[in-house]
Nanobody
């Protein structure tokens, strides 16, 4: 089992930055694909970014490419999402997710483990 706990959400003005963290416990991150998924009010869950088990490959949604950076600190069992140049349309609950599969992980249904989510609000 893997337990995931997100933090770092909050309110920021458009153009600002936030860094989300996801602390994992129960299993080492070194063998897990990790991802960030977001859900805006009234919308389906949306893939944001994924990093493979070794940290050597990352994938991003077109909507965040060039603005967001996903990374993982394996010894600290922590996943990060650095979000720069935030836009009002980035407002959502952001979830950390994990599984032991391969590939970009663009379908949120692929993930087996989920955190409780952290709210990100971007004011215009």
């Amino acid at each position: 089992q893997v337990q995931l706990v997100e933090s770092g959400g909050g309110l920021v003005q458009a153009g600002g930055s936030l860094r989300l963290s996801c602390a994992a416990s129960g299993r080492t991150l070194s063998r897990f694909r990790m991802g960030w998924v977001r859900q805006a009010p009234g919308k389906d869950r949306e893939f944001v970014a994924t990093i493979n088990w070794s940290g050597s490959s990352t994938f991003y949604a077109d909507s965040v490419k060039g603005r967001f950076t996903i990374s993982k600190d394996i010894p600290k069992t922590t996943l990060y999402l650095q979000m720069n140049s935030l836009k009002p349309e980035d407002k959502a609950v952001y979830y950390c997710a994990a599984d032991q599969d391969w590939g970009p992980g663009r379908d949120p249904n692929e993930y087996d483990y989920w955190g409780q989510g952290t709210q990100v609000t971007v004011s215009s």
